[in-house]
């Protein structure tokens, strides 16, 4: 077909998409007029394909996956095979019934695992990395000029609120000393001086593993500026820490593939509440992103979980299989025995760490991920010494990213089917590795 020398218009632009459609299944975009609504009998679509999943240790024994290194750091993580299997579906139409009818079972699976019941709420799959859910937030949520409040707890903490000012949010920052969290009577003080349109916490902030509290402070917003929006990065959280959407009254939460949910990376996930979409659709000027617009995404996400084919920007339909059959992985294990196996398996970590004689970067147990320990080395160990002794034991550990004490520490993750399936032995491979490590880096326990 030779190229139009000028525009084509939004009518002939999905003339052109949807040839490929079957008449039976009409075509809905953000720029359709009126939408294609309830005129499809989704009991004829294909039923959701889907492999066998390991949930059993004979299973697990039998990986299908080449020997490789042990990958231990903060996401990406250990895929269980069943997940990474689900990557070689064969090439299918992102907008034909059998890869629609899977991706509303996936947005509708987010629900469970966010803990959210309420059809205002909206889950979104986009392609791309858990900063795009930054992009996200600042692009729909705050209009340039209007306040952010930013809790920072490390590099991502600062990341998100460079974000926002990117956008044009004038940012009011609190920073925690590494290892620590902004308490709430300065969270209070600071909601009391000024209306924020939003509030920011990283809920876990990869680069000092840092966990913050989330119910009271939720409780805290609500109380003293009940219009604020409570924003979440959940990206080295969801999955292995408790989020409970609803009773904590949370208005978004974003998101990643590839950490604790156990799906290769290229998705950004992220719900949001119906009070968070009603603040969206109130504001005064446009979104200030195209591909990263609710304007955009909201139609086709709803449209998806109604299994109704939509189109917008072209998704993974590999990846979102991926993430079909990591999250019925989820389901069928139930959200609170899987948080309860992260902080089994976390304390027994931790315990080993301390046994060592070595500190972690969050001193406090209560301000301690679950999913993610970051160690302190002894001061005559140094990251770029011990991280190769590591390797050269089948253990692949992180090095340390936050700016103040980069070259002081390592970074263990510890989520997913590493923990979630023992018969791997994982942990017992990393803790044995690292006091191997240790010890021929030259140190002993005082």
């Known amino acids: 077909m030779p190229r139009s020398s000028g525009p084509v218009d939004s009518p002939a632009r999905l003339s052109l998409i949807s040839r490929h459609l079957a008449p039976d ?27 066998a999943l390991t949930t059993d240790a004979n299973s697990a024994n039998m990986s299908t996956q080449p020997e490789h290194p042990t990958l231990l750091i903060p996401g990406p993580i250990e895929f269980d095979d069943a997940v990474l299997n689900s990557m ?24 469970n695992l966010f803990q959210t019941t309420d059809p205002s709420a909206q889950p979104f799959v986009l392609s791309g990395s858990g900063t795009l ?48 969290r902004p308490q709430l009577p300065e969270i209070e003080k600071a909601l009391s001086e000024k209306k924020y349109k939003l509030l920011t916490v990283t809920h876990v902030d990869t680069s000092t593993g840092v966990l913050s509290e989330l119910k009271n402070l939720s409780e805290l917003v609500h109380r003293v500026s009940p219009d604020t929006l409570v924003i979440v990065d959940g990206v080295c959280s969801v999955a292995c820490e408790e989020i409970d959407f609803d009773a904590w009254k949370l208005d978004g939460v974003v998101t990643a593939s590839q ?11 992220s719900m949001f509440s119906g ?38 920007a072209t998704p993974s339909p590999q990846l979102v299989r991926a993430l079909h059959t990591a999250l019925s992985q989820i389901v069928a294990q139930g959200v609170k025995e899987r948080f309860a196996a992260h902080t089994a398996a976390s304390d027994k970590i931790k315990a080993a760490v301390a046994a060592l004689g070595l500190k972690q970067v969050a001193a406090n147990p209560d301000d301690q991920a679950h999913g993610m320990t970051a160690i302190y080395l002894p001061e005559n160990v140094k990251g770029a010494e011990l991280l190769p002794k590591l390797a050269s034991r089948g253990v692949v550990f992180a090095g340390g990213i936050h700016k103040a004490i980069a070259a002081k520490y390592i970074r263990f993750g510890h989520m997913g089917v590493s923990v979630l399936d023992p018969s791997r032995g994982h942990v017992e491979k990393a803790i044995k590795a690292l006091e191997e490590g240790l010890s021929e880096c030259g140190y002993q326990k005082a």
């Open 133 to 180: 859910g930054w992009d996200l937030v600042a692009a729909n949520l705050i209009e340039p000029g209007e306040d952010a409040l930013v809790l920072s707890t490390g590099y991502f903490g600062d990341g998100f609120a460079d974000c926002l000012k990117v956008y044009g949010a004038n940012v009011t920052q609190i920073s925690a000393e590494p290892g620590s």
């Open 259 to 269: 950490k604790a949910i156990g799906c290769p990376a290229g998705l950004s996930i």
């Open 88 to 111: 070689s579906h064969y090439s299918e139409s992102h907008v034909g019934p059998g890869f629609v009818a899977v991706f509303g079972e996936t947005l509708s699976m987010l629900r």
């Open 25 to 51: 299944y009409p075509l809905n975009t953000p720029y359709t007029v009126e939408r294609h609504p309830d005129n499809i009998d989704t009991s004829l679509l294909p039923k959701t394909q889907t492999r």
């Open 275 to 312: 009070r968070a979409i009603q603040a969206f659709q109130n504001r005064q000027t446009p979104p200030t992103s195209y591909f990263a617009s609710m304007k955009n995404w909201l139609p086709i996400m709803q449209n998806y979980e109604a299994k109704k084919p939509s189109y917008f």
